[in-house]
């Protein structure tokens, strides 16, 4: 195994034991959570399913489309319009 693939497979590890210790999950919750997003929104996923506010996998693919279209819509500056902060 190559130097990049083994570095890449230990920061997955760490990234499952982060999200196990954080968030008391298994490995079968963090699996389902993957399916509806692997990328930026997976913590957000495992924080409201163990607020049970989502049910996996039952709302996984209605969550993976509204994800997907809310990352869509974040890119474009014209539907948030005037944000004052």
Same mark, same amino acid.
């Given at each position: 195994?190559?130097? #990049?693939?083994?570095?890449? &497979? $230990?920061?997955?590890?760490? !990234?499952?034991?982060? @999200?196990?210790?954080?968030?008391?999950?298994?490995?079968?919750?963090?699996?389902?959570?993957?399916?509806?997003?692997?990328?930026? #929104?997976?913590?957000?996923? &495992? $924080?409201?399913?163990?607020? !049970?506010?989502?049910? @996996?996998?039952?709302?996984?693919?209605?969550?993976?489309?509204?994800?997907?279209?809310?990352?869509?819509?974040?890119?474009?500056?014209?539907?948030?319009?005037? &944000?004052?902060?």
């Amino acid at each position: 195994m190559s130097h #990049f693939y083994s570095k890449l &497979l $230990k920061t997955a590890r760490r !990234k499952d034991e982060l @999200l196990r210790s954080r968030y008391s999950v298994t490995d079968q919750e963090i699996n389902l959570a993957e399916q509806v997003d692997n990328d930026k #929104f997976l913590e957000w996923v &495992l $924080k409201n399913y163990k607020k !049970k506010l989502i049910q @996996l996998p039952e709302d996984g693919a209605r969550l993976r489309d509204q994800l997907a279209w809310f990352s869509r819509m974040k890119k474009r500056p014209q539907i948030w319009g005037r &944000l004052v902060y």
